[in-house]
């Protein structure tokens, strides 16, 4: 009678070791690679300006079985806000003012879900821009190659959403316009 207590002790140990485990089999944790680029895309009276950033840092997990994609479980990128470059110095300064670096160093997206099947996905997260934090959809483009998943696609934005004061320069002359768009080319890999 003793011993059968214990074999049943044991066999629901090992029930209850098997339910935490089997969830967690083919769950992969991947890290967002460095050559992966984000840009910012917007508009002036005169020209569209640019902003890109190789350097940033973010974690996905996937559910894999085999070697195919079949889930996307968590996803979230960070990017310090002054790693953004145009190549024009005083475009850079007049954006890192109007994203408020001083006091938000980073941009963040942390995903909260995704939908769709096949290759184009929707998704639906969090981005935060100096301080505010929005709730946006958009399309995104997914394709995997070995141990590396590749997200790209483009957010529209508006600045005021995030509650940022457009650009201006030459006493107003030059005006940033509210839309713009991020761009994304990212790769996670294992």
């Known amino acids: ?85 145009s ?22 997206f942390s995903l909260k879900e995704i939908k769709g099947s096949g290759f184009l996905l929707e998704a639906r997260g969090d981005l935060s821009i100096a301080g505010i934090t929005k709730e946006v959809n958009f399309p995104v483009k997914v394709s995997q190659e070995e141990n590396r998943i590749n997200f790209k696609g483009e957010l529209p934005i508006k600045f005021s959403d995030f509650k940022l004061n457009t650009p201006t320069n030459l006493m107003g002359l030059i005006k940033t316009l509210d839309d713009a768009k991020i761009y994304f080319n990212t790769d996670f890999t294992k």
């Not at 049943?8 to 680029?37: D, K, N, R």
């Not at 895309?41 to 190789?54: A, D, F, M, P, Q």
Request: aromatic share 8%; with cysteine.
């Open 1 to 85: 009678m003793k011993n059968t207590k214990i074999l049943m002790l044991i066999a629901a140990c090992f029930v209850w070791m098997a339910s935490i485990i089997h969830p967690l089999q083919g769950q992969t944790s991947y890290t967002l690679s460095p050559s992966s680029e984000l840009k910012i895309v917007g508009k002036s009276n005169i020209r569209t300006w640019t902003l890109t950033s190789t350097s940033a840092i973010g974690k996905g997990q996937f559910l894999i079985e085999g070697t195919e994609l079949k889930e996307i479980k968590s996803l979230w990128v960070e990017m310090e806000s002054e790693s953004l470059k």
């Open 87 to 108: 190549g024009n110095k005083a475009l850079d300064k007049h954006a890192y003012e109007a994203l408020k670096t001083e006091e938000y160093k980073h941009i963040n």
